[in-house]
Structures are given as C-alpha cells and as structure tokens.
Nanobody, 123 residues
C-alpha cells in the first residue's frame, strides 16, 4: 500500500514557476515508477510526465516538454514536478500516481493516486 500526498500548488502569473511535491508513505516507494497527471475543469485527466523507479528514465507529454521536469528522491520518498514558463492552459488539478511499471502515460497502469493539488496560472 502506498499513500500519496501532493503539495506546492497555488496561484502564479503566466511565465512563473512552481514546484510540486508528492510525498509517499511506505518503504516500497523506490520500487514504483511515478507519474504526474492533471485535470482541468470540464476536461479529462491527462498525462503530464513520469519517471522510472530509479530516476534514470523520464517521459513527458508534448505540451510540457522543455518546461516541466520530474525528479525523485527515494531517500525522502518524494517525487517532484518542477514547472517553468507556466501558461494559463496549465491551470488544473495536478495528481501524482504510482505504478509498478514505467515510466508510462497509461492511467490504468497506476495503482495509487494522490488527492491532487490545484495549480492556477493567471494571464
């Protein structure tokens, strides 16, 4: 069992930066690939990016490539999403999730999900 808690969301102006954190409980965190997803009002949840259990492999959705970076610290049971050059269209609730394989953009591969953190980018 893995419990995930996101933090770091908030209101930021376009062009600004935020770093989201996802803290995991359980001693098996390092065995899981981790992903970030987001859901904007009226839209389906979409893949943002993911990182392998070791941290040596990452994958990103096209809209965030070059702007967002995922990293993890297995000693701290935490995964991060550094978001730079934010745009109003990045406004969404951001979720982290844990999968036994990855990195993967397939939501069904993720067994555990956090409760989400709101990111709002003003123009």
């Amino acid at each position: 069992q893995v419990q995930l808690v996101e933090s770091g969301g908030g209101l930021v102006q376009a062009g600004g930066s935020l770093r989201l954190s996802c803290a995991a409980s359980g001693r098996t965190f390092s065995r899981y690939a981790m992903g970030w997803f987001r859901q904007a009002p009226g839209k389906e949840r979409e893949f943002v990016g993911a990182i392998s259990w070791s941290g040596d492999s990452t994958s990103y959705a096209d809209p965030v490539k070059g702007r967002f970076t995922i990293s993890r610290d297995n000693a701290k049971n935490t995964v991060y999403l550094q978001m730079n050059s934010l745009k109003p269209e990045d406004t969404a609730v951001y979720y982290c999730a844990a999968a036994q394989i990855g990195p993967t953009e397939v939501p069904a591969a993720y067994h555990y999900w956090g409760q989400g953190t709101q990111v709002t980018v003003s123009s």
